[in-house]
């Protein structure tokens, strides 16, 4: 039975008198949704991630929907918990990307019972209904390719953990440029670690007292800016020139690679694209549910600036 406009009008002076605030929990039991979003991130201070938690939250928002964001300093315990948090709290869905260790988290995936997008890194889960990723593989081969035309022929790579996809899909590309141009790949010029600054500055730091096992090498290939920052300084610091004597390269186009001394040479990645399509893929999903994993792969782009861009003959190197 239709509600009278007397009645209406007396309902709604009640509701501005009081204050009222409807009860989205209820709602939810009418609609099946919360209109509430998880995004589960591993390292808030990595400057990637905040520019792909703000895509996420612009498209969220666009919706009329909330991000519940959780950082899990990488540890999968953590992980786990806020999987149960965010299954409790009735979230329509999760945006994720995980940590390096999966051994904590590859459970809670199945008991969350939510469905899932993977951002950034690669996994394979039954609640997992969809992936942005991007191609790491040919981002690191621009890279090493773009090194390799400036005349640099003994590179090194300074790699994320190689317990990621992403790590792993890295060192691929660096292998596929450096077997273009007929040099041999070797493991040892590959050096893994954290996605860190501080990793950057203890890896070339290793370098430098192990002369033996990295003698005369001309350039460094680096798994993120992070990585890339800490190994410019230091080599700033134990007397080397960048890029006159070694160039230096990264990976991500973080806004602090715009400002280092020199500039740093980068691959590109859309990570605020990457927040907002992971968002738009969940929402496709709630709207009309789906069997098959979509995965949506975006290209990476090169950057080129200082800290690759001068380049000495080898035998004036290291």
């Known amino acids: 039975q239709a509600i009278s406009d007397a009645t209406r009008k007396r309902v709604q002076t009640v509701v ?3 204050h009222f605030i409807p009860n989205a929990m209820a709602g939810s039991l009418v609609t099946r949704r919360t209109n509430t979003i998880g995004l589960i ?22 919706s009329g929907s909330n991000v519940i964001l959780c950082n899990t300093d990488e540890k999968p315990d953590q992980e786990g918990t806020y999987l149960a948090m965010l299954a409790k709290k009735m979230v329509d869905g999760i945006i994720f990307a995980h940590s390096v260790e999966l051994s ?11 469905p899932i997008i993977l951002i950034d890194r690669d996994w394979d889960s039954e609640n997992i209904k969809g992936k942005i990723l991007v191609d790491n593989t040919n981002g690191a081969y621009m890279a090493v390719r773009h090194l390799l035309d400036k005349g640099y022929r003994s590179i090194l790579h300074i790699a994320g953990p190689l317990k990621t996809q992403t790590a792993r899909d890295r060192v691929e590309g660096y292998r596929k440029a450096l077997a273009e141009s007929g040099i041999a ?30 003698d005369k090498f001309d350039a460094i290939f680096c798994a993120n800016d992070q990585i890339a920052i800490g190994a410019m300084m230091e080599l700033k610091r134990a007397g080397y020139r ?11 186009d973080i806004h602090m690679a715009s400002l280092t001394d020199p500039a740093l040479t980068t691959v590109r990645q859309p990570s605020y694209e990457m ?43 290291l």
């Open 104 to 114: 904590g988290t590859a459970s809670a995936y199945q008991t969350a019972r939510i």
């Open 41 to 62: 991130i591993p390292d808030i201070v990595n400057p990637f991630f905040p520019e792909l938690a703000r895509g996420a939250e612009d498209r969220a928002r666009q």
């Open 16 to 18: 501005r008198k009081n």
């Open 242 to 252: 960048v890029p006159e004597q070694i160039g230096i390269i990264g990976f991500d």
């Open 185 to 214: 790949f070797d493991a040892e010029k590959v050096i893994s670690g954290s996605y860190t600054t501080d990793w950057g500055s203890q890896a070339v730091r290793s370098i430098l007292e192990d002369r033996n096992k990295y």
């Open 275 to 317: 927040g907002w399509k992971a968002v738009d893929l969940l929402l496709e999903f709630l709207d009309q549910p789906h069997e098959e994993v979509r995965k949506i792969i975006l290209d990476t782009s090169l950057v080129i600036r200082d800290s690759s861009m001068l380049h000495q003959p080898v035998d004036q190197q």
